[in-house]
């Protein structure tokens, strides 16, 4: 099993792209999350999704939308990229029942 | 609002001492918490979970005690490896379920021969 993997590993961007955040996990997991790590701190919860078809809101929802494609994936999209973006961002998944997330490799995000 | 939080942001340690990482929360009814522990580079990894109706818990040369009445849990790694160094995180759920977690800013763990 790969677990969960996370597309691109680097990217920059200029204020004001766009870009998607790719993840996916093959633990056959119902639950994903989104989350932002910036220097110092402690991980936060953007989004996250309990099941396939479901999606809402976290600690830090403002300036991103996701996509639960299917039970495997869940994107992240920053419309407008400010540098207040500027972050590692993780995708983590869990299994019903379980208190046990299991987190990817991280997206480093650099917005100029 | 809910908070966690760790009390130490650095912690030195010889190879071979027991260490031991604390962390307060505001949460009295979150219904368990985790400690991960951050490699440079790499996304957290669990390490161990303790229920809120249990007092202590023991994993692999890791225990973990929750104290309800202070609003304490503690991580113990015992015999500690230069492997241990990375920052270590305990984290608790919203409330609202489904698995949402408010983490603490971590404790980076640095390991001396």
């Known amino acids: 099993n790969a677990g969960v993997t996370q597309t691109p590993k680097f990217q920059v961007l200029k204020t004001g792209q766009s870009m998607t955040l790719q993840c996916a996990q093959d633990m056959n997991h119902n639950s994903m999350y989104w989350y932002r790590q910036d220097p110092g701190m402690g991980l936060r919860l953007i989004y996250y999704s309990a099941s396939e078809g479901t999606t809402d809101k976290g600690e830090v929802p403002n300036g991103y939308n996701v996509s639960r494609l299917n039970k495997r994936e869940f994107s992240l999209r920053l419309e407008s990229a400010a540098p207040s973006q500027t972050s590692v961002y993780f995708c983590?998944?869990?299994?019903?029942?379980?208190?046990?997330?299991?987190f990817g490799p991280g997206t480093r995000l650099t917005v100029t | 609002g809910e908070s966690v939080g760790l009390h130490l942001p650095t912690l030195s340690v010889q190879e071979g001492d027991n260490s031991i990482i604390n962390c307060a929360y505001s949460?009295?009814?979150?219904?368990?918490f985790i400690w991960y522990k951050q490699e440079s580079g790499k996304g957290p990894q669990f390490i161990i979970d303790?229920?809120?109706?249990?007092d202590k818990r023991q994993g692999q040369r890791v225990t973990v005690l929750l104290n309800k009445t202070v609003k304490h849990l503690s991580l113990q790694i015992a015999a500690t490896q230069p492997g241990d160094s990375a920052v270590y995180f305990c984290a608790g759920p919203f409330s609202g379920g489904y698995n949402k977690l408010i983490f603490g800013a971590g404790t980076r763990l640095a390991v001396h021969p």
């Open positions: 983590a998944s869990i299994w019903t029942g379980s208190n046990e997330q299991y």
């Open positions: 949460n009295s009814a979150s219904d368990y």
């Open positions: 303790i229920r809120s109706n249990m």
